[in-house]
Each structure stands twice: as structure tokens, then as C-alpha cells.
């Protein structure tokens, strides 16, 4: 049915990283920049959902280059999620095995870092089921091509050399991602999507990666 099926990363294959996670990374972020008393609110602006702008405007308030401060924010976060994965907080989930009988070249796209797509892979042993997987640089330029920017899911879908692709996603951005690239979308209610009011029409709503590959067996 399709030519490739695309494939969020974090709520989809792998487990979510808990938001206090983050925010410790953060900070250790700003530490290393040696800004030892940050505004807290600079912080928390730095932990998810960040804007070019936003980084722009905390990075000259302490006299530091937005670069600087997004690749220690994107260091010290993958160093966290490492540990998340390594510890057994951040999993798999169980269904990705089924993934193996989508008769179509599987890719993943992911506004996560690309380091820690790569740990992922590797370290949970699945990389040869993924023809292509993509996540952000450590640079600002990454935060105006993350979704739904369809930026990477259209750099994906065109080195799987795919005229008809799928994108399976927990976010309306990646909804909005899919709509961005004229690809179907398909939303997926893991445990904590499963009372989610959607503002975004998805292609299918699924409740797990079995009801996927029963899609893409039509």
C-alpha cells in the first residue's frame, strides 16, 4: 500500500523521557557555560518547544552564542537519555519487532538529537530495520527544520526513494509534518496519547504498531 512507512522516535518506538530529565540537563547546560545563577524561567524556556528566537534571546542575556548554548543543552540532554535507556526507564516498546513484517522500507524521523536516535538503534539492536533515520544537529538552524517543518521527513522519504510514504507519529506536530510533505499520517495512542483530543485529522488513528502493520497490509 505504501512505498515506505516513516516513523517517529520518541512515543512510538522508544519510551518518552521524563520532562524533570530534561530540565536537569538543562541546567547542567548552563553550568557548563559557567552561568551559575540562571533565571529559572530562562531554564525552563530551554527545555522543550524551543524557538530560535527564545534561544537567541536567553543566549545574549548571558553574553553567550546561541550555538554554544544549544550544543551544551543538546550534549548534556543526550548524556541524560543515555542514562534513561541504559537504567531501563527509557524502553523500547514491546511491539517494535512486528515493524519486521511491514513489506516496505521503514525510516525514522525524529526532533530528537541525532546521536541519541543512533544510541537507540544501537544499543537496543534494531538498526537494520531502519533504512534511514534521521534527528536534529546540535544547531540552531535544527530548531527551524524540526516538525512540523517537513524538512527531515522529506529528506527521509526521498532517500527511502519513496513515491507514496506513511508517517507514524504521538504529536500533532508530526501530524502537521505529515500534511507539510503530502504523505499520509497515522496517529498512534500509546499509554499516555490515549485519551488525547486530536485537533489535527490523521489519516488512521491507531492503538498500537499491530493495527500499523494491518494497515499497511491492505
Known sequence: MYDAVVLDNDGVLVGRTSYDVLREATWSAFETLSIDDPDPDDVESMVVGVSPEQLSSVADRYGVSAEDLWAARDLHAHRRQRREIEAGRKDLYPDVSVLREVDAPLGIVS???????????DHFGVRDMFASAVGRNPTPESLRRKKPNSHYLDRVVSELDADTALFVGDNESDLRAADNAGVDSAFIRRPHREEFDLSVTPTYDVADLHELVAICRR
Open 111 to 121: 526532533s530528537n538529537q541525532q546521536q541519541t536516535v543512533d544510541y537507540v538503534l
